[in-house]
């Protein structure tokens, strides 16, 4: 059975000294005898004692912890992120608590409490799909609290951002199956309240456009972006009186739950219909065939976005214009959508 964990009361008590004693010698002050100092240090491995950094932190004023807000951590994206985050965040002497908003607005706003509390030095986030405005960030800049967002931050709002140049993506993407012969490409978009699926849904407009292609607005399906959705909007789309020769959608998930229904009406991908998905989930190079898709670079988003956020905590300095940092995609061409 492991052994309650010490602390310096207990050491003070046992010795019969005061705290600051037990404190002083722990950090070895000069103002502490030697022999002082090794019967604390003597009796602080006999119960096991650790000193408590955080507490430790908190009482200088920090905490050297960096908060962590993202929507979910089930897929690969935000977990590569994250991994990203913590690699810079460790090297740099940080710790990092992660929340999830679970996609719900309710959710984040009470993450963003939760972070406030724990006294973090600095927020990162990306938004729940459901967010719709800054308000309930507003407290952490009240606070002087720095904040950096990631992947997903809501048009219009000019804040410290790490974001993937998703227009080029999706533009990409879209002229690939352009050049493949396909000339009805739907699309899936997402809540076009968030940058990531704006700009996805404006590449798609741009390659449509290079190649004096008319846009269409039957072939676009906006939702959630969940597999689900993928399936209804690949069913409604075969209902047209023509059906598409070829989907890019915003979103790995949503063209997985399109090739699920193309393979019940045994329709043949790429040959009937093309497919082409974004993110580069793990599960994108296990379908059959393999999907086309778009690398968001998450592991590097992650690293970027905590770099900015340790810059801004080492300038300390107030009323700095926000900064962004806009990576490159890359565009994965898989057997989803090689017709040649």
């Known amino acids: 059975m492991a052994s309650k964990r010490a602390s310096i009361t207990d050491m003070a008590t046992a010795l019969g ?8 010698a722990l950090s070895n002050h000069p103002s502490i005898s030697d ?3 090794k019967r604390v240090t003597k ?28 929507p979910h951590i089930d897929g690969h994206f935000f977990t590569m992120v994250v991994k990203g985050i913590e690699t810079v965040a460790t090297k740099a002497g940080f710790n990092i608590l992660i929340c999830q908003s679970n996609e719900d607005v309710a959710h984040e706003r009470k993450n963003i409490e939760t972070l406030i509390n724990a006294q973090v030095e600095g927020i990162l986030v990306s938004l729940a799909r459901t967010t719709r405005d800054f308000k309930h960030f507003d407290k952490a800049a ?5 904040l950096v967002f990631f992947d997903r931050i809501l048009e219009g709002r000019d804040v410290n951002a790490v ?20 000339r009805r490409i739907a699309h899936f978009a997402g809540p076009q309240h968030l940058n990531i699926y704006k700009n996805r849904r404006q590449g798609y407009l741009d390659a449509l456009r290079e190649y004096d292609v008319p846009f269409d607005e039957a072939l676009v399906f906006t939702s959630d972006m969940r597999l689900e959705d993928g399936s209804q909007g690949m069913e409604q789309l075969l209902k047209l009186p023509v059906r598409p020769d070829a989907v890019f959608s915003a979103s790995d998930v949503s063209a ?9 009406r045994g329709l043949r991908v790429p040959q009937d219909v093309a497919l082409a998905g974004f993110s580069n989930e793990l599960f994108s190079s296990f379908t059959e ?6 690398d968001q670079r998450c592991e590097q988003m992650g690293q970027a976005a905590a770099r900015l956020l340790l810059e801004i905590l080492g300038e300390k300095r107030q009323n700095v214009s926000p900064r962004r940092v806009l990576l490159q995609p890359d565009l994965l061409v898989r057997a989803s959508s090689l017709r040649g």
Do not use: F, W
């Open 17 to 24: 000294v005061s705290v600051s004693t037990i404190s002083r």
């Open 35 to 37: 022999a002082t100092k």
């Open 43 to 70: 009796l602080a491995k006999e119960l096991n004692y650790h000193p408590n950094h955080m507490a430790a932190g908190l009482r200088k004023g920090r905490s050297n912890m960096l908060g962590v807000l993202v």
């Open 142 to 146: 009240k606070r002087d609290l720095p």
């Open 163 to 182: 974001v993937l140049d998703d227009r080029e993506g999706a533009y990409q993407s879209t002229r690939h199956l352009l050049a493949q012969g396909c």
């Open 256 to 264: 997985v739950g399109a090739l699920q229904v193309l393979k019940k």
């Open 289 to 294: 065939p393999m999907l086309t898709t778009v």
